[in-house]
């Protein structure tokens, strides 16, 4: 009888002795259960429409659809489903692709029997698990981009605005602000009202609150 608490998988590879193996490491975990095997990634889509499941792992070289192409059409359509690509190449290239296809891990082949259980258990808790290469290239990547002056697309305030936003949250007045940063109040003034437009928020107590959260100043 099945365990209807496990992890329900949905494994797709193009070679029947891989999949053997890959699930005879995964089956063998109390909270793990391969619930439907594809031969390519088409079949895969198939079968997620066909089984509840909760994680697919997916090879990238497959006929019909690469798994790159199936990792984006499963999670365009599963929004729930976590997807783990399980493949040969240590490649930056496939790497990158398979983060922005929407998979949550990355696994080498060569090292399945000690990574792939631990990798199911983090994409299911919502936890990215990056063999070290891949942590490398991601090292790498960010190196490349400041040292090619890209500004990163998750900063949403400037330097001066957040040594502002951080005086304002520890309680210093426009004029005290002003003093310390040898700026005018006027300055400040804008500064604040930019912030709270920004950041969506309406007051010191709300600016005080977020500069907790990104940690700015400590609670």
């Known amino acids: 009888m099945a365990d209807t608490s496990a992890i329900r998988i949905l494994l797709a590879d193009d070679h029947a002795l891989v999949r053997r193996g890959v699930r005879l490491i995964l089956d063998r975990e109390p909270d793990l259960e391969v619930t439907a095997e594809a031969g390519d990634g088409a079949e895969a889509v198939a079968m997620a429409r066909d089984h509840d499941v909760d994680l697919a792992v997916l090879d990238i070289a497959m006929p019909r659809l690469t798994g790159l192409q199936a990792a984006r059409e499963l999670t365009a359509a599963h929004p729930g489903l976590r997807v783990l690509m399980l493949t040969m190449h240590d490649n930056e290239q496939y790497f990158f692709q398979a983060l922005k296809a929407g998979a949550c891990g990355y696994v080498l082949k060569s090292v399945a ?68 940063l040898v700026i005018s109040a006027k300055t400040v003034q804008r500064h604040r009202a930019n912030l709270l437009h920004k950041l969506g928020l309406r007051d010191r107590l709300e600016l005080t609150r977020y500069a907790i959260r990104v940690g700015l100043i400590e609670p």
């Open 113 to 180: 029997d000690r990574d792939l259980v631990a990798a199911c258990r983090a994409a299911v808790n919502d936890e990215p698990f990056l063999y070290p290469g891949a942590i490398t290239a991601l090292i790498r990547h960010y190196l490349d981009r400041v040292r090619q002056g890209e500004e990163e697309p998750e900063r949403i305030l400037t330097a001066r605005e957040e040594e502002v936003l951080k005086l304002v949250a520890e309680g210093h007045s426009s004029k005290e602000i002003a003093d310390i």
